[in-house]
């Protein structure tokens, strides 16, 4: 999707489940008081627990990104109520799993070069979406990506384009973490933070939101949040570029928002609530 000059070109999508995982923002339902002002947000770590879905063998070998991963994309699909080995996945994160890089470049800098196996294969960057598809024995279709701070905004457009070109679900996982010194000079993200979001290309009966995106070029703002924390959080971490839509999303109204995407373009988000959505349950 180009940003659009003259006609209008947007995509409709409907959402059908969320995952969501930060510092005090432990699960969508337990998030949204926080993302409504209903509550006073309070920063704590957040909890990583195994995931159950991976043997023990392969838990052990999970690093930082596939756990957040793992853990909301898992949330998401239980309120979506639907199968995530046979759902097509987008995996986005600005730059993987820092603490690995790290220590592949210790090694690579020793006097004796010693590359481990396994730090290996996790520093590469479709490392979660194959995590992914041997927890869900998916052999359904997965694309991972990188577009530096816009990368929320780039895997959005990305599921939500797949989805109307095939007519099928698509889950989106979108996350990032904090890079040890001294990479964390160069490249400073303030926290981890992890969304996951299940998407139908039409209305079903677990669909609580319509999204329309729309990729424009405009000199509006990108939304913020209210919170001075939440706003720390969403200026500090490219993934969590996803808060005012998911703010937008735990509210009872419409919503009209603007992230910043690549390029200096800027995705519109208009969310239409769908409250025939058995996902209700969920915002309780």
Not at 77 to 91: H, I, L, W, Y
Not at 112 to 130: C, K, L, Q
Request: charged fraction near 20%.
């Amino acid at each position: 999707m180009q940003p659009r000059a003259g006609a209008k070109q947007v995509i409709s999508i409907y959402v059908e489940g969320t995952g969501l995982l930060a510092p005090g923002l432990d699960g969508w339902a337990a998030s949204r008081p926080y993302l409504l002002g209903e509550r006073p947000y309070t920063s704590k770590p957040p909890q990583l627990p195994p995931s159950p879905l991976l043997p023990p063998n392969e838990r052990r070998r999970m690093v930082t990104t596939v756990k957040l991963a793992l853990l909301v994309g898992a949330e998401a699909f239980a309120q979506a109520r639907r199968d995530p080995s046979a759902t097509a996945s987008v995996f986005t994160s600005s730059g993987g799993d820092g603490e690995t890089i790290h220590n592949i470049l210790e090694s690579l800098a020793a006097a004796e070069i010693d590359v481990s196996p396994t730090r290996f294969h996790n520093s590469v960057h479709n490392a979660p979406s194959g995590y992914w598809a041997i927890a869900t024995r998916s052999r359904a279709p997965t694309t991972s990506l990188c577009a530096h701070d816009a990368s929320f905004a780039t895997g959005l457009i990305d599921a939500a384009a797949q989805a109307t070109a095939d007519f099928e679900a698509v889950a989106l996982m979108a996350y990032d973490l904090p890079y040890p010194e001294p990479l964390n000079e160069r490249r400073t993200i303030g926290t981890a933070f992890a969304v996951a979001m299940v998407l139908s290309p039409k209305p079903t009966a677990a669909a609580f939101a319509r999204l329309t995106l729309d990729l424009i070029r405009s000199d509006r703002p990108a939304s913020t949040m209210a919170d001075p924390a939440l706003e720390a959080m969403r200026v500090g971490n490219p993934a969590a570029r996803s808060l005012p839509l998911l703010a937008a999303l735990a509210g009872p109204n419409a919503a009209e928002l603007v992230i910043d995407s690549a390029s200096g373009s800027k995705l519109a988000i208009t969310v239409t609530p769908e409250p025939s959505g058995f996902a209700h349950d969920y915002r309780a």
